[in-house]
């Protein structure tokens, strides 16, 4: 199976409709993926709070429309990461939008922990509730975004409901990557499950992004990093290696609590 995470520049010189057709047109270039990711809040960077509002928009809004579209031009999965989206109650979430390889949309994840403490994210939006899994034909995505990566018990709760790999969109800030690539790590180690983190590239807000998104095995090795720019990381995944490692290594059975 095959993975590409397209570590998107979100520096706010480029408008969001041009980025959204800039991206759409990197999409279209990997049919011969099986799945793409996108990173959180790509259309107005994770830390443009003022942008929110402004830029929020409905599951079947304009950049809905183009990934659909997209996806079912390239006919891949597209996790097309997340966007500021206006709920129906008037709302806003932090939500995650994976399409078919027909263009649908197939499931939507609206972010459970918010991140900013007493501002930012934490004030404007609204937290999501619900646990998301995605089967596709070889295995089950579990999803969660950016500061999710933090509470191990939502990871434990996607497994619990079937999960073998994680796709976590970010927009995570350089000055804490250290702990991007640890907590990836652990997750992965800890739920003997892959990891797709996908991060942003660039600055917005003031806020320089890590980069560095990763792909990381269910025995916790790097399977591939990029670096702190604009890049497409693609990398093969042998969902038995799955099974394999959760039955000669069983420390998920062992689990007490
Ligand atoms: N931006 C986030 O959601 C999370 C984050 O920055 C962190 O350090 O955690």
Known sequence: ???SLIQIDVNPYESVNSRRERVGSLIREL???DLVVL???WTVGAFAYELFADEAETLRGTTARAMSEAARDAGIWLHAGSIP?????????NTSLVFS???ELAHSYRKIHRFGFDKGEAVLMGAGSDLVTVPL??????????YDLRFPELFRGLVDAGAHAF???AGWPERRRAHWTLLARARAVENQAYVLACGTAGTHAGVPQAGHSVVVDPWGEVLAEAGPGEETLTVDLDPAKVFDIREAFPALKD???
């Not at 989206?85 to 979430?93: F, I």
């Not at 034909?137 to 950016?146: E, W």
């Open 137 to 146: 034909p070889d295995l089950t995505l579990g999803l969660a975004t950016c």
């Open 39 to 41: 990173p959180e809040l």
């Open 167 to 169: 796709v976590i969109p």
């Open 31 to 33: 049919r011969s993926s």
């Open 1 to 3: 199976m095959r993975a």
């Open 255 to 257: 689990r007490v609590l």
């Open 101 to 103: 390889p027909d263009g």
């Open 85 to 93: 989206e206006r709920g129906e109650d008037g709302a806003l979430y």
